[in-house]
């Protein structure tokens, strides 16, 4: 009897031995299922982007296309940080990314100088860097993986086809020059280029030339100063950008002249406020500028990831539009 009761006892522990070892494994299993999506989680590719601030209708464009990578592909993960037009910033994002050991860094340099340091520290935490946009000058160019982004200096050049086509070789222009932000490869690559392609046309002169930084408040304050200064001698406008254009313009008004008629407006990047601008008859000409990079960025980055080559310079592709075509265009504007 007392052998039957412990044998009774044995089983009924067994039994809820069993049980609650069931009850065991599946807790098991479901723990493991969530320490796994902790994992997967975990196993995203970060990318840190360093954007250098929100100046202009085409930094807004590039921020967009940048923050849809992470809906391109879900196994990556963005950190977004905006500059606000200051290097030091930029380079405070930088250290706090290495900090956070993501997998890339994203750099869209507000100035080409300056990096060398803060570059050699991601180099050293092994951290790959893309340049995005706008170039850096650095003495060793194994501190960044590639530059992905247009030719400003080409773009400076078309500029001054335009010009050359409009108006012929030999045409007198008094050239007003609204420069982007000074030391950044968008302003120098686009002077130098624009300078460039005028150098054989005698009666080109540039006659003033003034930063804007990329603005429209203060590229309609620097064409206020150059009307109140020059306005009746001034015949062209070469803005860096659309954004400054489009201040530039109202300043041409409120001092009283066409902007477009009796100054011609020609600018870069080709957002689709300033195509407005050329179907209003009050801008001539854009070239442009593409600013959705966050699919060739996530390309790169995952070249870079599977450890495959990729190429030094990844170049965006762009075209040249002027007011004739802009009714055309404009429904066809993503930026
Ligand atoms: O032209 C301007 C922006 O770096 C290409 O920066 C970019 C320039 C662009 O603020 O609108």
């Known amino acids: 009897m007392k ?34 999506t902790a994992t997967d989680t975990s196993k995203k590719k970060v990318i840190g982007f360093a954007q250098v601030g929100a100046e202009s209708g085409w930094r807004t464009a590039e921020t967009a296309s940048i923050k849809t990578i992470p809906t391109l592909d879900p196994t990556f993960e963005l950190k977004f940080s905006d500059g606000q037009q200051k290097q030091e910033n930029q380079i405070k994002a930088i250290r706090s990314f290495i900090a956070q050991k993501v997998d890339i860094i994203a750099l869209d340099p507000v100035v080409e100088n300056g990096w060398d340091t803060v570059l050699k520290e991601a180099k050293d935490a092994k951290i790959p860097v893309i340049i995005v946009d706008r170039g850096v000058k650095v003495s060793d160019q194994s501190l960044y993986a590639g530059f992905l982004g247009s030719d400003m200096e080409a773009e400076g050049k078309k500029v001054a086809k335009i010009l050359v086509d409009k108006f012929g070789k030999d045409a007198k222009l008094n050239i007003a020059e609204i420069q982007g932000t000074v030391g950044s490869s968008a302003m120098v690559g686009r002077q130098k280029g624009f300078k460039e392609g005028i150098a054989d046309c005698p009666n080109y002169k540039i006659v003033k030339s003034q930063t804007g930084d ?122």
């Open 3 to 36: 052998n039957k009761k412990i044998i009774a006892f044995l089983s009924a522990a067994i039994l809820v031995t069993t049980m609650f070892a069931g009850c065991g494994t599946k807790a098991t299993t479901d723990g493991a299922k969530a320490t796994k």
């Open 214 to 335: 990329f603005t429209r408040a203060k590229g309609k304050e620097v064409m206020e100063a150059f009307m109140k200064s020059d306005g009746n001698n001034i015949n062209v406008l070469f803005s860096h950008n659309d954004d400054m254009a489009i201040g530039a313009i109202q300043a041409i008004e409120e001092a009283g002249k066409k902007p477009g008629k009796d100054i011609f407006v020609v600018a870069v990047d080709g957002i689709k406020e300033y195509f407005q601008f050329m179907v209003d008859g009050k801008a001539n000409a854009t070239v442009e500028c593409n600013p959705l990079l966050g699919p060739q960025l996530l390309d790169t980055a995952k070249l870079i990831l599977a450890g495959k080559p990729i190429d030094r310079w990844v170049k965006s592709k762009e075209g040249v539009f002027t007011a004739a075509q802009a009714t055309a265009e404009l429904p066809n504007r993503k930026y």
